[in-house]
């Protein structure tokens, strides 16, 4: 394999990656403190129904998948309080279905090859520069937002009634918070792939909680996590020729192990 | 009465029906400046859903709910529990109400008797002092108007005492009204300044003396008094596991067992 060529693409792994983390940590924490996690993976989930849709309208694949993922955001939110389901049912009806529709669409699509376990589970080393261009224009975008919008998002995750007392507009912030999580899925799709996007948002946010004090601690520690993550779970994926994203969360699961373990002997 | 020209809130033949089961019907109520209402009521009475009717969280089937143009309402909610993932301090929790100034919050902390807190995490204080911090939070809104559902749940009984003492002071400091839902008339009795007791519909309404003496009051308090006793020890012993600890902690057996043994002397006092 020519070397110059080699670089190039790890590279740009690193860059697609870290420039992940950094936006998953922070998002990743709210997902946790909202206990949201099954709602992201539904999200995600659909994710390849909207590369599908994408595809077959002939639009940006990144376009398809925020789209998509914003639509079956609003379906779940508004269809939620109607159903007399419990919310997990609800989402696990969601999240399957969503991801059956797109794996039957996809088999329609005989003129397009595409990439299957790559949009599955993630293919790192084929990011391409605009692919680094979506992910940080898209996570500068998000982090801005979160930035702004950072103490009404958290009164609202603590309690939403008492902050909808005091004024807040409880449901444009849960809104634009979905929206913002359709975001971070589009342009986690090529890293770690639809099925193991959540796990990048949730996992470092966990292993961060014991080390914080206070919820920008938790934001910034849990960026750091998803970083390191990334960084070892590419370097074991080009050393040992194992797949990216899985190897990336690999990584991540034994970063939380370790933490809930030096967690107990601090304690 | 003069509350018609000065209320803070009032609200008219509310009404509220789930599956069509009323849970309210044709309840009036109103707050005047530095008034205290206690509403009063058993067990899904709707108490707490009258005054989420009034804070705007519910829209009514009927009746209507007006405030008086800008009036400021501080809200302490029955039930806050803090996602034990989020790391939170106390002075923390205090400013997602409203920015302040460090000074500002521990005066505040001061003045409701929870200063010792304010580097805590949310999660680890005690239900009363707990109740005390959501005061705080309450209270740094300036509000013409305090609304407080069961402001004493998950403190002991001592407790509980000093604890509508400080929301008297409150009134009396701040000359905000106070509307506040209780489950026990004998703990607010001196404090109020009109009671209102709730059982679906408004069964009576006036001074405290005045409502303790009326028949409907009786026909839903005295004859069921000693069962309520019961349901009140029980239903206490809960809400500690919960909120007198927001996170159960190792110390859980012993805490339960402490609190239940205050509370036999409580309802033991209430009798003699």
Known sequence: MPGAAMDDFIVRAFLGGLGLAAVAGPLGSFIVWRRMAFFGDALAHSALLGVVLALLLHLNLVFGVVA???ALALVLT???????LAGDTVLGIFSHSALAFGLVALSFLDTVRLDLMGFLFGDILAVTALDLLWIYGGGALVLATLVALWRPLLAVTVDEELAQVEGLPVERLRLTFVLLLAVVIAAAMKIVGALLITSLLIVPAAAARG???TPEQMAALAAAFGGLAVASGLWLSVQFDTPSGPSIVVVAAILFAFSVVLRRRVA | MTVVDTALIRGRGLG???DGRPVLEGVDLAVAESEIVTVIG???????MLLRILLGLVTPDRGTVTRRPSVRIGYMPQ?????PTLPLPVHRFLALGTPESPEALTATLDEVGARHVVDSPIQAVSGGEFQRVLLARA???DPDLLVLDEPVQGVDVGGQEDLFRLICRIRDSHGCGVLMVSHDLHLVVAETDTVVCLNRHVCCTGRPEVVQGDPAYLALFGATA???IAVYAHRHDHEHDDAGRVKPAHDHDHAGHDHAHHHHDHAGRRHG
């Open chain 1, 78 to 84: 508004s269809l939620q309080p109607r159903v007399r």
């Open chain 2, 139 to 141: 209270l740094l809104r």
């Open chain 2, 42 to 48: 058993p067990n899904g009475a709707g108490k707490s």
């Open chain 2, 16 to 18: 509220k029906s789930f």
């Open chain 1, 211 to 213: 080390f914080a004090r």
């Open chain 2, 226 to 228: 000693a069962s309520a």
């Open chain 1, 68 to 70: 998509i993922c914003a």
């Open chain 2, 79 to 83: 039930k806050l529990i803090v996602d």
